[in-house]
């Protein structure tokens, strides 16, 4: 399965971006799907994720939304009230699995499959 992340961009601080990520039915309806993003000089560090239930990392939430579409076996993920610091090339990931530990979800290596990223540039 290769993932295909897209929709990044550049924006300005307080807009929106809807990134999208084509996978496959199983890790879509069945797994888990996720993003992270690396910004420049930065590890990478998970974003969000959605399995069993929807998970973010503080600095997103209540901003940052992810879903999926079955049908189309893609998932997204909705940035709304973008600020500089969002700034990161936006990888989406995915896996065939589910898990009911939730720090896993926050953990990149319990991703099998990865997308190629998308840089998203949030401008002052």
């Known amino acids: 399965v290769q993932l295909q992340a897209s929709g990044g961009g550049l924006v300005q601080t307080g807009g929106s971006l809807r990134l999208s990520c084509a996978a496959s039915?199983?890790?879509?309806?069945?797994?888990?799907t996720g993003w992270f993003r690396r910004a420049p000089g930065k590890e990478r560090e998970f974003v969000a994720a959605?399995?069993?239930?929807?998970y973010y990392r503080d600095s997103v939430k209540g901003r940052f939304f992810i879903s999926s579409d079955s049908a189309k076996n893609t998932f997204y993920l909705q940035m709304n009230d973008l600020k500089p610091e969002d700034t990161a090339v936006y990888y989406c990931?995915?896996?065939?699995?589910?898990?009911?530990?939730?720090?896993?979800?926050?953990?990149?290596?319990?991703?099998?499959?990865w997308g190629q990223g998308t840089q998203v540039t949030v401008s002052s």
């Open positions: 990931a995915g896996d065939d699995r589910s898990y009911s530990t939730r720090s896993y979800y926050y953990q990149g290596e319990r991703y099998y499959y």
């Open positions: 039915y199983q890790i879509v309806s069945r797994g888990t």
């Open positions: 959605s399995s069993r239930g929807s």
